[in-house]
């Protein structure tokens, strides 16, 4: 009876726990509701911070704080350019590293330290936001905030005493907010003379150090020190207002203004060589300043002649006469193709004496590099220059200011004349039919000059300064400003008009500045503001 009481009692319980979860299934499905109610989608602006902390663990700074903006475009940049980056990056580390390598070794009696492995690994830093800040001063400031999770591979082996030691980084955690600030901004690329680096918090930096195949970090009690010795060293140097300071280049040079003009008169060439098949050679002289990326200025084209004479007389504005250098080129003028080099001569500044003029026949030479030198005979140009150095005394900063606030030429420019500055500030609601990459040309007395150009922006902000000496105040002449747009490099679009204005100079030379906005022509909504001042001798 004892067994069989046993059979029958685990049978029914068998029966029972098949019953139950049968009849529980069919009740469950049976009283569960059948209504499926619409999901509910909110903006993110309505949940709370906890409810965003819920759905987004690590939320990017500029969604918490409006002041930080997206730079997922630099982080794309970042993520194509990293394994060329890489490289360039640990050549230079091993370069900057190697003479603070030797100097030690020798000091501590080591062997040799070298870099076994040095790669930063595969994965980029990544950049949660960025903040700009707008001063009235001349810099930009930057604040990005920083994140690297990266897979580098550092090995660095240590020889001494014979004995070998290998230690190796892996693992590395960064996250910082630095602080960048570019000043003081000049008017020579890259716009900037200095870059200084601060940091605004202590940086978190996690990674791993093995040494003899232990890791190092993973030893209780150690990673806390390493972590608290590299914060407090790393702030101790950089933690704001402290700065890591970076030039760049030099102030003096960014900062140059004109100190003088050189007047250059190119008188007459002779014996010339002969470029031309059926006749003779159709002379032409181009001259202009080094370090100057103004247009050269050229002599009338003497046809036929190989001894031509010019008596043509140029002004040019002279910033650093101990680095300049005034050059010659004198070309054959084709009517089809490329025009082709006679020869060329170049006279530095320093070789002559202030307010002395120069009478100076110079021997052409194909290019004024020795190894390229040919012994034919190219001619001879003859031409008189004088340098003309504007007066200190009379131009404190540069420039000097009349009672009114204005300022005047400085002393040397020709008398009864003057100095045109033309400042080409920003256009507005460009539009191109095709492409919009703006660029500004002036127009004036026949010389050009033109802005750097704008890649795809309506509304281009140039901030450039042109200057032209006058012999006489302008009054009848007119200014012109194209605007143009540059297509691409690679393209089948041509360059295209954006539009153009022409301004009468009488208003300038009575008012002595303008600063306006001129509706462009042929532009639909198009505007260009340009700040013209007269500055009299």
């Known amino acids: 009876m004892g067994f069989v009481s ?54 990017p700074l500029w969604v918490k704080n409006p002041d930080f903006d997206r730079v997922d475009w630099l982080n794309k940049f970042l993520e194509n350019m990293w394994p060329y980056l890489d490289k360039a990056i640990c050549k230079t580390a091993k370069e900057i590293a190697k003479p603070i390598i030797a100097e030690n070794t020798t000091k501590y009696k080591i062997d040799s330290v070298e870099f076994q492995t040095l790669t930063l690994g595969s994965l980029p830093p990544t950049f949660q936001g960025i903040k700009v800040y707008i001063t009235d001063e001349k810099e930009l400031i930057l604040e990005p905030v920083l994140k690297w999770a990266g897979n580098p591979n550092i090995t660095v082996v240590v020889k001494a005493f014979g004995l070998k030691a290998s230690a190796q980084v892996i693992d590395l955690q960064v996250f910082a907010i630095p602080r960048i600030t570019l000043k003081p901004l000049v008017p020579s690329f890259p716009c900037f003379a200095k870059i200084y680096v601060s940091l605004m918090e202590k940086p978190h930096v996690d990674f791993g150090l093995r040494l003899l195949g232990a890791d190092l970090m993973s030893i209780p009690g150690i990673y806390t020190v390493v972590q608290e010795i590299i914060k407090n060293q790393v702030a101790s140097m950089y933690l ?21 003009i050189l007047h250059v008169k190119v008188i007459r060439a002779y014996k010339l060589k002969k470029k031309d098949l059926l006749g003779k050679s159709d002379p032409y002289v181009k001259l202009k300043l080094t370090e ?79 190894s390229e030198t040919d012994d034919k005979s190219r001619g001879q140009i003859v031409v008189e220059l004088l340098y003309s150095p504007f007066k200190e005394d009379a131009l404190p900063n540069e420039v000097v200011e009349d009672a009114d606030g204005l300022e005047k030429a400085p002393e040397g420019t020709p008398a009864g004349g003057g100095l045109l500055v033309i400042t080409i500030h920003e256009a507005e609601d460009l539009e191109g039919k095709h492409h919009t990459n703006p660029y500004a040309r002036i127009i004036f007395k026949g010389e050009e000059r033109k802005t750097k150009h704008i890649k795809k922006n309506r509304d281009p902000r140039w901030e450039e300064e042109f200057q032209f000496v006058c012999e006489e105040p302008p009054v009848n002449d007119k200014l012109q400003v194209d605007v143009h747009s540059k297509p691409s490099t690679i393209g089948i679009h041509s360059k295209e008009n954006l539009g153009y204005v022409v301004i009468s100079l009488a208003d300038v030379i009575t008012n002595k500045r303008i600063n306006e906005k001129y509706n462009l022509i042929d532009s639909k909504n198009g505007r260009i503001q340009i700040e013209l001042q007269w500055r009299p001798s």
């Not at 704001?240 to 003088?260: F, Q, R």
Request: glycine share 6%; proline share 7%; no cysteine.
């Open 6 to 59: 046993t059979l029958l009692g685990t049978f029914g319980f068998g029966i029972g726990v098949s019953a139950g979860i049968v009849i529980g299934y069919y009740l469950f499905i049976y009283f569960h509701s059948t209504d499926v109610k619409d999901l509910k989608f909110r903006p993110l602006v309505e949940h709370d911070s906890q409810s965003l902390e819920r759905m987004l663990p690590e939320i």
């Open 292 to 370: 100057e990326k103004l247009p050269s200025k050229k002599t009338k084209v003497k046809h036929n002649n190989l001894n031509p004479e010019w008596n043509e007389e140029f002004r040019l504005v002279v910033k650093d006469p101990n680095s300049q250098a005034l050059e010659l080129l004198v070309f054959d003028w084709e009517k089809v193709g490329k025009h082709d080099k006679i020869g060329m001569q170049v006279i530095p500044l320093k070789q002559l004496s202030p307010d002395e003029p120069k009478t100076l026949t110079l021997e052409l030479v194909k290019t004024m590099d020795l």
């Open 240 to 260: 704001w207002p402290k700065t890591l300071e970076i030039p760049i280049m030099d102030l003096s040079s960014a900062m140059k203004k004109p100190v003088g």
